[in-house]
C-alpha cells in the first residue's frame, strides 16, 4: 500500500503562485508515475500533470505554460509549481501515485487533497 500526503495549497490572489508537495510512503515500486489531478465543485476531477521517474512529463493543456512538476526519486515526493494562478484553477488538487506493471499501470493511489483557492 502506498500513503500520500499532501501540503501547500492555500488561499492566492489571481496572477499569483502556489507550490504544493505531496509524499509517498509505503510500498514504493522503482518504476512509477506521481502526479496532480483536480476537481473544481461541480466538475469531474481532471488531469493536471504528471511525471515519471524518468522524468517525463505530461501537462494538460490548460496549465501549460504556467505550471511546473517536478520531483525527488531518492525522497519519493512531487511538487507543482503554480504561477500565472487565475479563479479558473480554484479546486482541491489531489496527488496520484501508480506504478508501472509490465506495459501497462497498477492500482492508483489517492491522497486526500489540497485545496487551492484563487480570488479574483
Known amino acids: 500500500q502506498v500513503q500520500l500526503v499532501e501540503s501547500g495549497g492555500g488561499l492566492v490572489q489571481a496572477g499569483g503562485s502556489l507550490r504544493p508537495s505531496c509524499a509517498a510512503s509505503?510500498?514504493?515500486?522503482?518504476?512509477?508515475?506521481m502526479g496532480w489531478y483536480r476537481q473544481a465543485p461541480g466538475k469531474q476531477r481532471e488531469l493536471v500533470a504528471t511525471?515519471?521517474?524518468?522524468?517525463?512529463?505530461n501537462y494538460a493543456d490548460s496549465v501549460k505554460g504556467r505550471f511546473t512538476i517536478s520531483r525527488d526519486n531518492a525522497e519519493n515526493t512531487v511538487s507543482l509549481q503554480m504561477n500565472s494562478l487565475n479563479p479558473e484553477d480554484t479546486a482541491v488538487y489531489y496527488c496520484n501515485f501508480r506504478p508501472f506493471v509490465g506495459l501497462g499501470f497498477g492500482m492508483n493511489h489517492w491522497g486526500k487533497g489540497t485545496l487551492v483557492t484563487v480570488s479574483s
Open positions: 509505503g510500498f514504493i515500486a522503482r518504476n512509477n508515475e
Open positions: 511525471i515519471n521517474t524518468e522524468g517525463s512529463t
